[in-house]
Structure formats: structure tokens, C-alpha cells
């Protein structure tokens, strides 16, 4: 088939045509928005229209949902496939999200359930996959001197979420509305496979919300988005994945060498090594293959699915120790093919005990790097996925 890849820079998308293209299909990019951000939805749409009728294809990708996408897609009658990566993503809440020529597909089972009423049998849960060739053929041709420059005790690869956590602008907040809220947080901190943000949160607590947070977040076109569910996962969702990630790193600083990967301040962590940014081709596969442990802290508006950076580190052969998900069994053995913690004090235990335990991390690790290359690479993944978006699906 001819596809039509409509890109805007996620790192997984090169690894998304490379899968395509070895199942023999042809991809045609537009790869505009890569460098011109400022791109409206007016332009986007006559940049699509044009290559189409230039180029018919049998349909349009995406990662992501686009709502002006699946809007030139109706226009075509033309099937518009998308497959989430990220979490929130609030376009899913357009009303753009019921065409009929949609096929949504979305990794997190919980943002799956959520969504699939608004557009029944067009909507599919779907979870991630990893380029294996890729990750193994830049881990095999590495120097020496590269593989010793990023070996590790343990690593974290990733934001802490500080420089771009938009509840920060909460301004002259009430003491009650700040009390419930730090309650909330702390509450859903403890809690690992479940989100109660959003059913704590009353009316009344978000329109004060609303009233101390300078520019709320009010999505532009029609949707089905409310306050409550942008204040849950926008802004609380984030606070939490930041506090989250900060605690970790220092807890687990304090007691073993912690190499950190980001462009995150991290001037409140003086045990932390912050080796800057690590380029997502060239050296993060030998990073997750050359460290004893590779973190996953799953940002919390992922409430059920397996992060992409799960799937990336086995793929190179990587330990991968993470907080629990409710997917995770669906897919790996927990003991066998990765480990996760149940809380902080568990983490430090598992850290400790696997820094000590080289075989035993060594055979979970190839345990894991086996199975996602016999089940969840992006060829398996995409045919999985052409199969539902063409047979299984309701008609338009």
C-alpha cells in the first residue's frame, strides 16, 4: 500500500517507516512541520490536500491524532490511521476524533477506554514496539571509548518535568485550594496502576483552580474536552510526574552513582551526574545497553499503557527497572523479562539488590530482549495494525 506520513518530529517516527517499509509498503513524508512550528491549520491542511492529489495514497498516518488530518481525510473519504505515543494528548478530545474515516489507535488500554465511545469501532487500543535492527546495529558498530563513555550504574534518560510543568504558574492560590491539592498529590504519589486525580477534583475546586492559574488551558476548536479533565492530566498529571521524578532522583543519588540524561535543571540534586542531553539514535541505545540499570518512571497521565522507553531498552538488551503499570503483565513476565517497584522504598531495595546481582540482571535482561523481538517489533506491530484499521473496523 501508499501511505501518506504526516511527521512533526516524535523520535519513534523514523522507526515507524523503516517498519512500513519492511512490510514492502511506500511512505511519502511531509516533514514540514519539523522545522516550521509556526504552521496553522490552514496551511497544514493545503499542504496535505495538495500532495494528495499529486500523490493519491491509501491512506494517511500519523503519530498522534492531527484533527485538521482526519478532517481532509473525511473530505477524501480516505482512511486517516494514527497511533498515540505520548500521554495526554489533548487533541483526542476534538470533536474532530468521530469522523468516520478514523482509525485511532492508542496504547494506554485506560485513554482506550475513555476515548472509544466517542467514535465506536474506530478507536482501538494498540500498544507500543521498538526498532531492534536499528537499536542492535548502533549498539554493534559503537567504539570502545563510546561504550565506556556511557556505561552506568544506573541511568535515567528523560525530563524531570520541572521546566515545563504548567501548574508552576498557580499564582496567590488560597491555603485550602493549595492544601487539597498538595493532599491529592501526595495521595496519588503512593499510588502505582490507578488515577484518582480526576474523580477527587469537584467543581468547585477547579473554577478556583481556574481563577489562580493565568491562561488555563481552553482547547481552540470544538471538543469534547472539560476543565476537570485538563486540569487532571495537563496540569496536576504533570505536577506529579515532576515531583515524582525529582524524589527518585534523589533518594536514589544519595546512595549509588546516578548518571542523568536531560536538559532539566538539576541544581537541587548535588549527587546527581547530569551528562546533558543524549541523542536519541546515536547514543541512547548504547546507553540502555551499557548501564547495570535503566530507570522508567512512567509520567502519571499515562495511567495504564507502557511507555515507549520501556519497549526502547529492552530492545537494546537493557535491565529495565520501572514503577508498576496495570499492562505490564499483558505483555512481560515482571521477574522475568523486567522488574518494577511497588513504591520508593522497593525501588531502592530492587536497585540495590540487582547492582549485586550481575547474572540475575544479565538473564532478565536478555529474557526481555527476546521477547520483544519476537513480539512487539514495528513490523509485527504495524501489520497488527493494518489488519484491524482494514477488516476489523466499522465502515464509514
Known amino acids: 500500500m501508499k501511505l501518506l506520513f504526516y511527521r512533526y518530529g516524535s523520535i519513534c517516527e523514523p522507526d515507524v517507516i523503516d517498519g512500513f517499509q519492511e512490510l514492502g509498503h511506500t511512505v511519502r513524508e511531509i516533514t ?3 522545522t516550521n512550528k509556526s504552521l496553522t491549520p490552514q496551511e497544514s491542511i493545503q499542504i496535505v490536500s495538495n500532495a494528495l492529489l499529486e500523490h493519491p495514497v491509501d491512506f494517511v498516518f500519523s503519530i498522534n491524532f492531527f484533527p485538521f488530518l482526519s478532517e481532509v481525510c473525511k473530505i477524501f473519504r480516505l482512511p486517516y490511521l494514527c497511533w498515540t505515543v505520548d500521554s495526554p494528548v489533548m487533541e483526542l478530545f476534538a470533536t474532530s476524533i468521530a469522523n468516520p474515516y478514523n482509525r485511532i489507535f492508542l496504547f ?19 500498544p507500543l514496539a521498538v526498532n531492534v535492527r536499528q537499536k542492535q546495529g548502533c549498539i554493534r558498530s559503537s567504539s570502545a571509548a563510546l561504550r565506556k563513555k556511557f556505561t552506568s550504574d544506573i541511568s535515567f534518560v528523560g525530563s524531570l518535568y520541572t521546566e515545563k510543568c504548567p501548574y508552576d504558574r498557580l499564582n496567590d492560590a488560597p491555603a485550602y485550594l493549595s492544601g487539597y491539592l498538595d493532599g491529592l ?13 480526576e474523580d477527587l477534583l469537584t467543581d468547585e475546586i477547579v473554577e478556583e483552580f481556574k481563577a489562580h492559574l493565568p491562561g488555563f488551558f481552553q482547547y481552540p476548536f470544538d471538543s469534547y474536552l472539560t476543565d476537570r479533565k485538563t486540569m487532571s492530566e495537563l ?8 515531583i515524582e521524578r525529582l524524589r527518585v ?3 536514589l543519588s544519595a546512595r549509588f552513582p546516578v548518571d542523568l540524561y536531560t536538559a532539566s535543571d538539576t541544581s537541587c540534586l548535588p549527587h546527581i551526574h547530569n551528562r546533558g542531553l543524549a541523542k536519541t539514535l546515536e547514543e541512547m541505545p548504547i546507553i540502555f545497553h551499557n548501564s547495570k540499570i535503566n530507570l522508567n518512571i512512567t509520567s502519571k497521565s499515562i495511567r495504564s499503557g507502557l511507555p515507549l522507553r520501556i519497549f526502547d531498552i ?10 508498576f503499570q496495570p499492562e505490564l503483565a499483558e505483555f512481560f513476565v515482571p521477574g522475568e523479562d523486567l522488574v518494577y517497584y511497588e513504591n520508593l522504598d522497593d525501588l531502592v531495595g530492587k536497585a540495590d539488590y540487582f547492582l549485586h546481582h550481575e547474572a540475575e540482571r544479565r538473564e532478565i535482561a536478555e529474557n526481555g530482549f527476546a521477547r520483544v523481538q519476537k513480539y512487539h517489533t514495528y513490523p509485527i506491530r504495524l501489520t497488527q495494525m493494518l489488519e484491524i484499521a482494514f477488516t476489523k473496523q466499522t465502515a464509514p
Open 32 to 34: 514540514t512541520e519539523m
Open 108 to 126: 494506554d488500554r485506560a485513554q482506550y477506554e475513555e476515548i472509544s465511545p466517542l467514535n465506536p469501532g474506530h478507536v482501538f487500543h494498540l
Open 185 to 197: 498529590m501526595e495521595a496519588q504519589l503512593r499510588i502505582y496502576g490507578g488515577y484518582i486525580v
Open 235 to 242: 496540569y496536576i498529571g504533570n505536577k506529579i510526574s515532576s
Open 249 to 251: 532522583m534523589q533518594l
Open 314 to 323: 529492552l530492545g537494546c538488551g537493557g535491565f529495565v527497572l520501572t514503577n
